[in-house]
Nanobody
């Protein structure tokens, strides 16, 4: 079991930046990939980005490609999401997740509590 705790959310103006962090503990060595998802009020949870622990291969949703960067510090067991050029439509609760299988969306099986990101226009 992997425990995940997000931080770094907040209120920012459109065009601004935020960096989210996710501290992982527990059986992190068994995690194949880590990812970020988001959910806006009244909408379904949406995949944002993923990164494999081995090799550091990254994957992004088209809506954030070129603006968001996912990274991880293996020594600190910490995942990051650097969000630049934020837009009001990026407003959502952002969740950190871990996968014990692959980086595919359906394989993420451990979740954090979420951190709120609000982008004002």
């Amino acid at each position: 079991q992997v425990q995940l705790v997000e931080s770094g959310g907040g209120l920012v103006q459109a065009g601004g930046s935020l960096r989210l962090s996710c501290a992982a503990s527990g059986r992190t060595f068994s995690s194949y990939a880590m990812g970020w998802f988001r959910q806006a009020p009244g909408k379904e949870r949406e995949y944002v980005a993923a990164i494999t622990w081995i090799g550091g291969f990254t994957y992004y949703a088209d809506s954030v490609k070129g603006r968001f960067t996912i990274s991880r510090d293996n020594a600190k067991n910490t995942l990051y999401l650097q969000m630049n050029r934020l837009k009001p439509e990026d407003t959502a609760a952002y969740y950190c997740a871990a996968s014990s299988k692959t980086q595919r969306v359906e394989d993420f099986d451990s979740w954090g509590q979420g951190t709120q990101v609000t982008v004002s226009s």
